[in-house]
C-alpha cells in the first residue's frame, strides 16, 4: 500500500522525496499541485501547469534498479488504457517517454541516492492530463500532448494518480524478464531508424531491440551495439520519432 503526501507547491516533488528520503517509508508517493521547478532528464526543466499531474515514489533497494523506468513506463501506460481506452498509439519512446499517436503525454525521471549497501530510487513522472493544443503551441512544445488532446479523456487527477503509484509500485516487484516481451509490444523505436545523440555527436542506427538491462540495442554501420539511456536522447531519423 503507498502512503500518499499531497502538496499545494514544491519545487520539485523529486526534490522533495529525495532531501527526506530517510526518514520516509518505502512507497511513499509525493504529488504537488504546483510544481515550480521541475526537472527531466539530461538536466532539462520540465514546466508544470496546472493541468499537468507530477508526482513521485520513494522505492527503497527496488530489484533491477536499471529497469525500473522501463517498468515504470508500463505501468503508465496500463494505466492510460485503464481510464482512457486501450489504444495501440499509446506506447514507450525509448527510454522515458510515454506517447500516444505520436505526441509525449508523460515523462518520467528516476534518481538514485546510496547510503552504504542501501539505496533509494526516486520515480518520478510528470502526467500531462487536460492542456489542450493552444497551451503546448504557445510554450513551443510541439511534441506534447495530454490524455484530453489525444484521447478526448481527461481523468480525475486523484483518482489518476492512486492508480499510476500502485501500478508502479507493483512493476517495480516484477522482474524485467517478465515484461519485456510486453515492452518491445510497447516500443515505439522498434525497427525504425533512430538519430542516437549525445555529447560526442550524433548517430544514425536501427533500434532492434531492448536489451536484458533496459538498453537500446542498436544496428549501426559497424554492427549492433547497445545504448544507456543515461548517455542519449534519442529521436527518429525525421523528428521526433
Ligand atoms: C523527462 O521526460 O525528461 C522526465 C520528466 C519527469 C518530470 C517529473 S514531474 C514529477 C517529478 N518531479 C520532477 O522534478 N521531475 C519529475
Not at 504537488?32 to 499537468?52: C, D, F, P, V, Y
Not at 488532446?149 to 516487484?173: M, V, Y
Request: charged fraction near 20%.
Amino acid at each position: 500500500m503507498a502512503n500518499f503526501i499531497f502538496l499545494k507547491e514544491t519545487n520539485s516533488t523529486n526534490t522533495y522525496l529525495k532531501t527526506r528520503c530517510k526518514e520516509l517509508c518505502d512507497g511513499t508517493v509525493v504529488s504537488a499541485e504546483i510544481q515550480t521547478a521541475g526537472r527531466g532528464r539530461l538536466g532539462h526543466g520540465w514546466s508544470a501547469n496546472e493541468g499537468m499531474l507530477p508526482f513521485s515514489i520513494l522505492l527503497k533497494n527496488p530489484i533491477e534498479r536499471e529497469t525500473l523506468t522501463a517498468r515504470a513506463g508500463l505501468a503508465i501506460c496500463g494505466v492510460i488504457a485503464d481510464f482512457c481506452g486501450n489504444s495501440p498509439e499509446i506506447g514507450i519512446k525509448w527510454p522515458n517517454d510515454i506517447i500516444i499517436a505520436n505526441r509525449k503525454v508523460c515523462g518520467i525521471l528516476c534518481e538514485s541516492l546510496c547510503f552504504g549497501d542501501s539505496v533509494c530510487v526516486i520515480c518520478g513522472v510528470g502526467i500531462n492530463i487536460s492542456q489542450s493544443e493552444d497551451y503546448f503551441l504557445s510554450e513551443n512544445l510541439p511534441h506534447a500532448g495530454s490524455l484530453l488532446t489525444q484521447t478526448g479523456i481527461a481523468p480525475d487527477r486523484e483518482e489518476l494518480l492512486r492508480n499510476a503509484a500502485e501500478r508502479i509500485i507493483l512493476r517495480a516487484k516484477q522482474p524485467f524478464s517478465e515484461c519485456r516481451g510486453e515492452y518491445r509490444k510497447r516500443l515505439v523505436n522498434l525497427g525504425k531508424k533512430v538519430r542516437i545523440i549525445s555529447q560526442n555527436g550524433e548517430i544514425t542506427a536501427t533500434a532492434e531491440d531492448i536489451s536484458a538491462n533496459g538498453f537500446l540495442v542498436c544496428r549501426g554501420e559497424n554492427g549492433i551495439f547497445e545504448v544507456n539511456s543515461g548517455e542519449v536522447s534519442v529521436r527518429g531519423e525525421n523528428g521526433y520519432i
